[in-house]
């Protein structure tokens, strides 16, 4: 669960393979009311946490680059504008979405990089995901405020 399947032993960038395949479930998810996304997302990022967590223990190797169920999570927050605006199909605010998550979480400004360094275990590997897609995501809002892509 925590590799998503196995997507986090990519050989190469498996953080970007595991938020690529946070864009599939957002694509599978999109459709749902607001709330119900909501729901799914709270489900998701426990279940990325429980998830880490236990790959943790049983590896022994903090925040392991396999563990990709934190993109997934992430990737699913940078998302929500687009659930919350009806515009999850744009090919255009999606890919935005995409690379708004990726350069937030490689770059892990602020308090991405305090959760990134000072909260253990699997809350520790999500938390700082989590909010690099709240950062993402609010710059999304912004984009599709001012644009009209479809």
């Known amino acids: 669960m925590a590799t998503v399947f ?22 599978l998810l999109s459709g749902l009311s607001p709330v119900l996304y909501a729901v799914t997302l709270v489900g ?6 429980w998830a880490a967590e236990a790959y943790e223990r049983q590896t022994g190797a903090h925040d392991d680059g396999r563990i990709v169920i934190d993109e997934v999570a992430g990737q699913l ?7 919350l605006a009806g515009r999850s199909r744009s090919f255009f605010l999606v890919v935005t979405g995409f690379v ?3 350069v937030f979480d490689v770059w892990k400004p602020g308090p991405i990089r305090w959760l990134d360094r000072n909260v253990a275990g699997g809350a ?27």
């Open 44 to 49: 998701v990022t426990c279940l990325a946490i």
């Open 6 to 27: 196995g997507v986090g032993r990519a050989p190469v960038a498996p953080g970007t393979f595991g938020s690529a395949a946070g864009v599939i479930l957002f694509l």
């Open 124 to 150: 520790g590997v999500v938390l700082d995901d989590v909010l690099a897609g709240g950062f993402a995501a609010a710059l999304l809002a912004g984009v599709v405020a001012v644009t009209g892509f479809e």
């Open 100 to 102: 708004l998550f990726r």
């Open 77 to 83: 927050v940078a998302l929500t504008p687009l659930v």
